[in-house]
Structures are given as C-alpha cells and as structure tokens.
C-alpha cells in the first residue's frame, strides 16, 4: 500500500490516488529520481514558477524508512530562485518514514488553496485543513499549534516559516527545529499555493520483501557505519567539524570570498567551542546511528536566553567568515532565527556578504541601506538583514523578493561582485577553486552552485592512487590541484549522490564525505533486495543515477534553454587565492573549458551541453515523458 | 617513539598531503612536511584530531591582518 503517488489539488480539494508501477520505481527509484519524472511529465512547459500551475511534488526515498540512516525526503518543482530551471532539496529528520507509514511514498500538490491550508496525512486519509490561525507564525510555533490542532503528538511536520508566506524566493521548506530543505526556494513556491504545512502520521508500518532479511542489513550497515574513524567525531561534532579543515586548508570564503583563511577564527570558532560552551544534548534523525545534530543554548551577552537545534558548517561557515564575524553567539542567533522564518542559510548569508562588499567599496551607503551600518561583522546589522529579509520589509526585504535582480536594482559596479549560478546565490562558504574536481562537479550540478552534489571530499585527503582507482574505477589523481581523472570523478559523484538522494539515504553515512568505508552502492543493492526483492548490480545503480541526471538536464533546457553558460563556476574562482596556503591558486578558464568538454564527452553530451538523441536513447529516455504514472 | 604510549596518524590540514605522528594524549604536534604547528583534541582516548593552529606569541600564527 506504500507505493502510491497522492495527487493533491489545492484549488479544488480534490485528491487522486494511483499505485506507482514497479518499472517507474525501476528507471528512477523514489526521492529525487521519480519526483524528476512526475515534474517532467505533470509541469507544463513554460509555467511561472509561482503559478497555480507549478506543481510541488514531496517524495520519500525508495528506502526510506527501512534501512539505517534512511531519513531523507526530496521537495521538487520549478525552482523560484535564479533562473526558473530546475529546483530540488531534501531533509533528514522523521517525516518521511511518517509519510510512509501513513500509506504515501509522494505526493504531487498543484494549484492553489483558496485561503491558508495545511493538509494532514494520516493512515491513508488526506484532510484539509484551515491554516489561517498558524499564518504568520513562525516554524517554532507553527509545529506546537499544529500538534495540538490535530491531537497527536507524534505526527511529524513539514512547513514554511514567515518567508515562506512572504515569498521570498530562497525561502525553505522546514521539518522540525532545523532541518530544512532549503536551496532554489521550494518555500516560496508553497507559500505561493497557500500551503502552510504537511502533517503526517502513520501506524500501519511498512510491507518489505523479507524482512529477516532486512533486519539483517539494517544491523550489518549500523556495523559498518558506526566502525568507521570518521563516526566518532562526526557523532559528536556534526558537520561542524568541517569549519576546520575548510579553514586551515585555506578553502573558506572570507568576506565574499575577498580571501581564502579567517585568522579571526583561531581559539574563536570551532566545534569544541561550540560542545562546551552551547551545546545542551544530540540528536538523530530517523534510525541513524550518527546523532550529528545538535541542541543549544546561549547563556550570557545580549542573546542570553536564545536556543534551538542546528548549526551546521555552512551556518557557520556562512554567518561567520563568509560575513567577517568570529562570534558563536552570533552565528547561534542568526541560527535560530533563520530556522523560525524558514529561510536558506546558504543564500541569505550569501547576499549580506555581497552587501558588505558592497560597502566596503563604497558601492552602497546609508542611503541605500535605510541607514544599516553594513561594516563586516557588524552583528546588529546582519540581525536586521535576516529580519527584513524574511517580513518583506526595508532593504533586506527588497534583496528576498528580488534575489536574482538585485545586482540590476542595486545597479553601479555591484554586479561584479556577485557571485552566482543559475541565477543562484552562490554558496556562500564556498571557495573550492583549487580543488577541481569539487569546482567542476559544483558548477555543473543541476541546481546551480550545489556542494551536495558537487563536493568530491576524497580529492582532499591524497588519498593513494590505488585507493582511489579501486572506488573510482578509473585512476583519479590523489592531488586534489591536478585536473587528471577529475571529470571522472565529478561524473561519478554526480550519479552516486543523486542515487542516495533517490534511496532516501543521508549522505553522511555513505563514502561521500570522505569516508571510504562507509555505505557504497554494494549496499545499496543488499537494502534494494531486502525491500523489493529486486536483483540489482552497482553497475545498474549508476546507470540509474545518470539517466536521473539526464533528465533533469533535459528539464534544464526544456525550461531555461540556459546549458553551458549555466555551467561556469562563479567569476571570483578564476582569480587568484590571496592567502596560504594556497596563495596563488586559481582556476584557468582555458584549462576550465578544456575538462568541461572532456565531462561533457564523459557524459555523450554535445560541446553545447546538451544530451544527444544517442544519450538518451541509451538511458532510456528518449520515449520520456512516457506517462507510465 | 614516545615511551609507552600509542602512535596514530593525522593528515595535515595545512598541506594536506602529510601525514602528523601524534602519541596517545599529545596536546601539540608538528607536520614534518610543512612545519606547521597544530594544537591537538582527543575525541575519544583513542581517536585524536586537529584543533587548531598552535597559537605563537599574539593570538594567530597565521597570515593575521590580512582580512
């Protein structure tokens, strides 16, 4: 009863359930796989984003729920940020196991409610319900007053913040106290339909194909997980450890990426800091042994009193150096704050780097601000910028709803040091250009500017050849500065993360963050066969990730015609590094150009970017959209 | 080979193609690749990692007043 697609009509009230067929499941899995098919087949071409047309598709990995750490749910639509093109995310935390368990594996939501609604999914019932007492209230409140309508405490909540309701366009969708699907505005988009939230609850568990065998792999994949050098620290410190090595590698934005190393940060900014200082207990999401999530509180100074679940390493990355701040409680304040509205940490500390720059050089001034004093690290401004951002009010209100015109509104020389992709903000923590399998693979993901597709961490460790051949199946330098083998690499990352975004899994508990011990696609296969009882090779898992890959490239061209000049790293990677130690590293952009071709000849791609008749018909994509569901 | 105590292996964050020998317990360590000082953290007694740079005379040891 699982395997079913809901298809919710906000306008009408209306819903249609159909079961989704095994060779849908087959060519594309669940999460982000099958919701890229229900968006190229239901969106009709050429569709505003924050029309009533748009369709919002939520989707539970194929596995999710079942295996450990299986925790995450992908939100698809046409991206509200940048340039309309192709806009997806996914969160940890219960939901989507609660989603299954109440009989849905995804659900496609299209029109737009007549007033503020919320829909409550429990144990195969679609209810909707009024929203107007939570809009307006934040996602802190929002979850309590929802629980409470509803009457059960152990329903789990998917919603927009404040943001969200305001439309602004980088905008997340949130699930709990933190964890958020955030990047390309699917925020905006439901607020567009009037959406407020999704609660859903189930108790009729799951049917899986054997589940001894299930339970097995589930024990044998907690083994291999929690045996990994990377578990201890990663289950204490999160990805909060990460600041670290970006930092002391020299591959951190600092002040918009102006330099590459934050002095500032020493003995001031780092995870055990963070665990002795603010840290109050752990947390885990859904059947995962890592508990990388954290609960804090601030005890003193002008925040004293301020909590909430996070930060993350791009929060602090991103509301730390990427600002010029070297303060925790800070980075803790905007935190908490940037959760309860409901927007993206990446792209909103992003923009108030830009503004600082912009400041800096004299670009903008009080006038133009409404009086914000935008000095680096000024706490209070950056306070009022996540305020104004969020409510549509002032300055900051102008740069969330204009987010991809800003430059233009703004006007002078303030387009030169934007950073974008896509009409995406710029991550703002990164700065990877000497790391080239990172820069082409982050450049070139479907998104735009997308380090969880992008980040190819074992080019950093010099890892030995033969190690690298071995995961790679093809030599891959181990100098993360050598372009050898890295169109390979980028490629190959590409396909395996979007495979593990398709499963449901978290990213943190597979190779991809460094590890190399940790879950690959031989146990992917062991959970596939235990839950569908599908015989299923890596060689096919890959090939699986391609043809997704595939065919959200050809959502690309279909919605935004915009393909190799969208696959340009940001124009600050061609300059050179300013600081050790990788003072003088930059990217050549006719040695960039040259390993495009070679990613793109990898890929049976045109020198244009585009996937050839030849391509596709090899995917099996060449009959999409084919309408099987 | 410090007397009983244990040897582990770090990669060097500044060069990162190094690799640091710390003992079981050692608050500091230097890259023989690279000569940078790092301050080192315990996790676990037996899982050690890298904190920071060892801080020399002012409070950075880095390329400070540049940003």
Same mark, same amino acid.
């Not at chain 2, 500091?28 to 690749?33: D, E």
């Given at each position: ?6 298809i ?13 067929p ?7 899995l669940g ?11 239901y969106?009709?071409?050429g569709?505003d984003?924050?029309?009533p047309d748009?369709?919002?598709?939520f989707g539970?990995?194929?596995i ?5 750490s ?12 940048g340039q ?11 939901w989507?196991?609660e989603?299954k368990y109440?009989?849905?594996?995804h659900?496609l939501i299209?029109?737009?409610?007549p007033?503020?609604?919320?829909l ?16 307006g ?6 979850i309590?007053?929802?629980l409470?309508?509803i ?6 909540v998917a919603m ?28 905006c ?8 939230a ?8 799951l049917r ?11 024990a ?6 929690t ?8 289950s204490r410190?999160?990805t909060?450890?990460?600041?670290l090595?970006?930092?002391?590698s020299?591959m951190?934005s ?9 002095a ?13 200082q ?19 509180r ?14 993350e390493?791009?929060?602090?990355a991103?509301?730390?150096p ?7 409680d800070l ?7 940037i959760?309860r509205y ?11 780097a ?9 670009i ?7 009086g ?11 306070l ?5 951002m969020?409510?549509?009010e ?6 969330g ?10 006007g002078?020389?303030s387009?030169r ?9 710029h991550?703002?923590?990164e700065?990877?250009?000497a790391?080239r399998a ?6 070139t993901?479907?998104?735009g ?5 992008g980040r190819c961490?074992?080019e ?6 033969e ?7 093809k ?11 890295k169109a ?11 495979v ?11 190779i ?8 690959n696609y031989?146990q ?5 066969k235990a ?7 890596p ?10 890959w595939?065919?959200?490239r050809?959502?690309i061209q ?8 969208g696959d340009?790293p940001?124009s ?7 600081l ?6 930059k990217?050549?952009?006719d040695e ?10 990898i ?18 994509l060449d009959?999409?959209?084919s309408?099987?569901? | ?9 770090l990669?060097?964050l500044?060069?990162?193609?190094? %690799?640091i020998? /710390?003992?079981t &317990?050692?608050a500091?360590?230097?890259? $023989?690749?690279c000569?940078?000082?790092w301050?080192?953290s ?8 890298? %904190?920071?740079? /060892?801080?020399? &005379? ?5 390329? $400070?007043?540049?940003?």
């Open positions: 009863m699982t395997d079913r697609l809901a919710i009509d906000l306008t009408g009230e209306q819903v249609e359930i159909k079961d989704i095994e060779e849908v499941q087959r060519m594309y999460g982000e796989g099958l919701n890229t098919y229900l968006l190229y087949t969106l009709p071409p569709v984003p924050l029309s748009n369709v919002l598709i539970a990995g194929l999710s729920g079942c295996d450990v299986s925790s995450r749910f992908e939100v698809t639509s046409k991206s509200a940020e309309g093109g192709f806009g997806t995310s996914n969160s940890g935390g219960f989507s196991a989603l109440a009989g849905f594996q659900l299209r029109g737009k409610a007033r503020p609604t919320y409550w999914i429990h144990d195969g019932e679609i209810e909707f319900r009024d929203a107007s007492f939570l809009w209230h934040d996602t802190y409140e929002s309590e007053l929802i409470d309508d009457g059960d405490r152990n329903a789990q927009i913040g404040q943001a969200g309701e305001n439309l602004v366009k980088f905008a997340n969708i949130m699930h709990g106290l933190k964890r958020a699907a955030g990047r390309t505005g699917m925020g988009i439901m607020g567009s339909k009037m959406l407020k999704i609660a859903v609850r189930g108790t009729k568990g899986v194909n054997d589940p001894e065998k299930l339970l097995e792999t589930f044998s994949h907690r083994r291999q997980i045996s990994t050098k990377i578990y201890p620290v990663i410190y999160g909060l450890t990460i600041f090595i970006q930092n002391q020299g951190i600092v002040k918009n990426n102006q330099y590459n190393y934050f500032e940060a020493e003995g001031r900014l780092d995870d055990e800091i963070f665990e002795e603010y840290k109050t207990k752990s947390l885990a999401c859904f059947g995962c042994p890592l508990r990388c999530s954290h609960r804090y601030i005890n003193s100074g002008p925040y004293a009193g301020v909590w909430g679940e996070g930060p390493f791009y929060m602090m991103g509301f730390g990427a600002v010029g701040n070297a303060d925790w980075i803790l304040a905007a935190n908490t704050l959760n409901g927007l993206d940490v990446g792209s909103s500390s992003g923009y108030t830009w503004l600082m720059e912009l400041w800096q050089r004299g903008i001034t009080e006038k133009d601000t409404g914000l004093n935008l000095d680096w690290g000024n706490k209070e401004a950056i009022t910028l996540i305020h104004q969020a409510k549509n002032g300055f900051g209100g102008m740069i709803q204009e987010a991809s015109r800003a430059a233009e509104i703004i002078k020389d387009g040091y934007l950073y974008t992709q896509r009409g995406m903000m991550e703002s923590p700065n990877t250009r790391s990172t820069t082409l693979a982050a450049a993901a479907n998104r500017s997308d380090h969880l597709k961490a074992l950093f460790f010099a890892m030995p050849p190690v690298l051949a071995k995961i790679y199946g030599p891959v330098a181990s100098d993360f500065r050598s372009w050898d083998g390979w690499m980028a490629t190959w990352t590409q396909h395996f993360t979007t593990a975004d398709s499963l449901g899994y978290c990213k943190f508990a597979t991809w963050p460094g590890s190399t011990h940790n879950l031989p992917f296969c062991e959970t596939i839950v569908k009882g599908w015989d299923v090779t060689e096919e898992l890959m090939e699986t990730g391609e043809r997704i595939n065919l959200e050809m959502f279909r919605e935004t015609g915009v393909l190799r000049e340009i940001p600050v990677y061609f300059e050179p590094q300013p050790e130690p990788l003072k003088g590293e990217l050549d952009r960039y150009d040259k390993r495009l071709d070679e990613y793109y000849g890929r049976g791609w045109t020198r244009e970017g585009t996937p050839t008749p030849e391509t596709l018909k090899r995917l099996k009959r999409e959209p309408h099987l569901l | 080979m410090s007397e009983g105590k244990k040897e582990y292996k990669r060097c500044k060069c990162l193609g190094g %690799r020998t /710390v003992f &317990g050692d500091t360590a230097r890259c $023989s690749h000569g940078q000082n301050r080192i315990w996790v676990t007694p037996e899982v050690a990692k890298i %904190r920071g740079r /060892v801080l020399e &005379g002012s409070r950075h040891d880095g390329p $400070s007043g540049h940003n």
